[in-house]
């Protein structure tokens, strides 16, 4: 799995960027809510973008948009399975599970899914570190401020990077103590999450502040809000935006950027690793 490889290069800026392609299953994502409820044109969809290049899709069947409800587990189940499901007899990429359900993980990891990226950072259900590490699989540690229901209502930092920092030093020990593997942990500061336009930008330029944490870090800031008030778009044309961002995060040291538009993305990550290796 490509994401193992990176725990002794986290540091190393020579290191090749890796692209992550995204795919919602749900009705109700900011950006791509309703586009792939068909199990059949989501598992085509995911082999689109493995065909431009993506490294790793990750599947999710819960919006976690500001403001958004949980969704029962038999419905997550319902969306992501027949996807997870396609996709692991068609493609050769790693596949990755977007939720914080226990059982959901199980499922997804038991039908071939080999990453589970929690975007709770282990507060909802911690137990699906123990879940993940009985897979060997890999797991991303989000950070997270609040819920998504509220999150996004006034969040308040009196030390931005240092509260990120350890709030994922935090979830890195549950994981480890749950018997997950420091090659298989990745770190994310979640973009987005309990973050102000002002917040999200100075993470996107600090985020070398996190590689005392010595693990890979993921960075997902494709088409979201503090791009639209940047630049006063609506989510379907903040495609140069997130390319910006992208590049932005290669070059202070992203090991994974999380994109919905892979094919463009591709492209960027290529050149900023580039300009970051020269």
Not at 21 to 38: A, K, M, Q
Not at 121 to 141: E, F, K, N, T, W
């Amino acid at each position: 799995m490509p994401t193992l490889r990176l725990r002794d290069r986290v540091l190393d800026l020579s290191a090749r960027t890796l692209v992550m392609g995204i795919l919602n299953v749900t009705p109700d994502s900011f950006s791509d809510g309703g586009h792939f409820l068909d199990p059949q044109e989501a598992v085509l969809h995911g082999v689109r973008m493995t065909e431009e290049g993506a490294d790793l899709l990750d599947i999710g069947g819960e919006s976690t948009r500001p403001g958004s409800d949980p969704v029962s587990l038999d419905e997550e189940l319902r969306r992501v399975m027949p996807v997870i499901e396609g996709l692991a007899q068609r493609v050769k990429v790693p596949l990755s599970i977007d939720t914080t359900k226990s059982r959901v993980a199980e499922t997804a990891l038991q039908a071939g899914a080999e990453m589970v990226n929690d975007t709770s950072g282990l507060q909802d259900d911690p137990p699906i570190a123990s879940v993940a590490a009985r897979h060997g699989a890999a797991m991303v540690l989000m950070h997270r401020k609040g819920t998504p229901k509220d999150m996004q209502a006034d969040p308040r930092y009196e030390d931005l990077m240092g509260e990120i920092a350890s709030f994922l030093k935090g979830s890195v020990q549950k994981a480890k103590l749950a018997g997950v593997g420091e090659d298989q942990i990745v770190v994310d500061p979640g973009i987005g999450f309990g973050k102000t336009l002002e917040h999200n930008l100075y993470v996107l330029k600090h985020l070398e502040e996190l590689f005392a944490l010595e693990f890979p870090i993921l960075v997902g800031p494709s088409r979201k809000a503090f791009l639209g008030k940047i630049l006063n778009l609506p989510v379907e044309q903040r495609l140069e935006g997130t390319a910006a961002a992208v590049a932005a995060a290669v070059l202070n040291g992203a090991a994974i950027v999380r994109v919905h538009d892979v094919k463009e993305m591709v492209r960027v990550v290529r050149v900023a690793d580039a300009i970051r290796r020269t």
